[in-house]
């Protein structure tokens, strides 16, 4: 006798209706929303005066709105790698990131570690001191440090009893403008070193204690490694934005003088299409500018990377 065995229920699943394409868009809507103001600014101030500049150096102009801009194709350019005051241009920025390496690497980080043993209200009062001058409007101490250097009764030539004309002579115009800028920056620089500091655990330097290691090992394996990410970072600012930093007091001082030597990229730039009205050189020479120091953050954004993945 054979038992006739049922055949399986099959159950097919109930289908959840999706909904429809628009109603998925406005879901996701609201944190672009949020965001389309910031966007909006970002391409209106940064993206497309770059695109306009950009443009512009492939122009003739005299920045007069009657006068109609002129294309001359790649001539701006030309004219940039055949004039010499390009080239020595180039030269003073680098002496201006080399000046000013000392003042936002070195003195910071010695002030920092230094910084460290201070305790109580006098590590606040401390570090004001350190972080005043960057307070200190760039044009008002232009004015304060050309009374210090005068040449015949300036407070500088008085205690170093000289008679040297420090921001008209070709020799030290140059490096006076690089120590009032140090001087101006050394204050930030040292914000930033302490904060690399503090988020440096301290188990690290504790376990290095215990294991016998001096302050001094300790500072050369353990602290300084741990603070290379910082380290880079303002190594990148300062190739960034040497030449901008000393832009106010060349501008206010010396106006790229005495016979160019304080004339860096960014004064130069700004000289020929403001002073000399040629605003396709200038915008040329800014997207150079721009290509050039882009290139150089770009290896310092990697390798500080690198840095941050080793040190993790």
Same mark, same amino acid.
């Given at each position: 006798?054979?038992?006739?065995?049922?055949? @399986?229920?099959?159950?097919?699943?109930?289908?959840?209706?999706?909904?429809?394409?628009?109603?998925?868009? !406005?879901?996701?809507? @609201?944190?672009?929303?949020?965001?389309?103001?910031? !966007?909006?600014?970002?391409?209106?101030?940064?993206?497309?005066?770059?695109?306009? =500049?950009?443009?512009?150096?492939?122009?003739?102009?005299? +920045?007069?709105?009657?006068?109609?801009?002129?294309? &001359?194709?790649?001539?701006?350019?030309?004219?940039?790698? #055949?004039?010499?005051?390009?080239?020595?241009?180039?030269?003073?920025?680098?002496?201006?990131?080399?000046?000013?390496?000392?003042?936002?690497?070195?003195? @910071?980080?010695?002030?920092?570690? +230094?910084? #460290?043993?201070?305790?109580?209200?006098?590590?606040?009062?401390? #570090?004001?001191?350190?972080?005043?001058?960057? +307070?200190?409007?760039?044009?008002?101490?232009?004015?304060?440090?050309?009374?210090?250097?005068? @040449? *015949?009764?300036?407070?500088?030539?008085?205690?170093?009893?000289?008679?040297?004309?420090?921001?008209?002579? =070709?020799?030290?115009?140059?490096?006076?403008?690089?120590?009032?800028?140090?001087?101006?920056?050394?204050?930030?620089?040292? !914000?930033?070193?302490?904060?690399?500091? *503090?988020?440096?655990?301290?188990?690290?330097?504790?376990?290095?204690?215990?294991?016998?290691?001096?302050?001094?090992?300790?500072?050369?394996?353990? =602290?300084?490694?741990?603070?290379?990410?910082?380290?880079?970072? +303002?190594?990148?600012?300062?190739?960034?934005?040497?030449?901008?930093?000393?832009?106010?007091?060349?501008?206010?001082?010396?106006?790229?003088?005495?016979?160019?030597?304080? =004339?860096?990229?960014?004064?130069?730039?700004?000289?020929? *299409?403001?002073? *000399?009205?040629?605003?396709?050189?200038?915008?040329?020479?800014?997207?150079?500018?721009?290509?050039?120091?882009?290139?150089?953050?770009?290896?310092? &954004?990697?390798?500080?990377?690198?840095?941050?993945?080793?040190?993790?």
């Amino acid at each position: 006798m054979f038992v006739e065995i049922p055949a @399986p229920v099959v159950v097919t699943p109930l289908r959840v209706a999706r909904p429809a394409l628009a109603r998925r868009l !406005l879901r996701g809507l @609201p944190p672009y929303l949020y965001l389309l103001p910031a !966007l909006a600014l970002l391409v209106i101030w940064t993206y497309r005066p770059l695109v306009q =500049t950009a443009q512009l150096s492939f122009y003739s102009w005299n +920045l007069l709105p009657t006068q109609p801009a002129i294309p &001359v194709g790649l001539e701006n350019y030309v004219r940039l790698f #055949q004039l010499p005051a390009v080239g020595q241009a180039v030269l003073r920025t680098l002496e201006v990131i080399g000046g000013l390496i000392p003042f936002t690497l070195l003195v @910071p980080v010695l002030v920092g570690l +230094l910084g #460290q043993r201070v305790r109580g209200r006098a590590r606040a009062v401390y #570090q004001a001191l350190v972080f005043a001058p960057l +307070l200190v409007a760039p044009v008002a101490s232009a004015t304060v440090w050309e009374w210090l250097l005068e @040449p *015949s009764g300036g407070a500088v030539n008085r205690v170093l009893g000289t008679n040297v004309n420090w921001l008209h002579d =070709t020799t030290w115009a140059q490096p006076a403008i690089i120590l009032i800028t140090g001087w101006h920056l050394i204050g930030f620089a040292v !914000l930033v070193v302490s904060a690399g500091l *503090s988020n440096i655990n301290s188990e690290y330097t504790e376990a290095a204690m215990i294991d016998g290691a001096s302050r001094g090992q300790i500072t050369r394996w353990i =602290t300084l490694p741990l603070l290379s990410p910082t380290l880079v970072f +303002l190594a990148l600012m300062t190739v960034l934005l040497s030449a901008q930093w000393t832009f106010p007091l060349i501008d206010t001082i010396t106006q790229g003088g005495p016979s160019g030597a304080t =004339t860096n990229v960014y004064y130069l730039l700004w000289d020929y *299409s403001f002073h *000399s009205f040629d605003a396709g050189l200038g915008t040329a020479a800014g997207m150079l500018l721009f290509v050039v120091f882009g290139i150089i953050a770009a290896g310092l &954004v990697l390798l500080s990377e690198k840095l941050s993945v080793h040190d993790d």
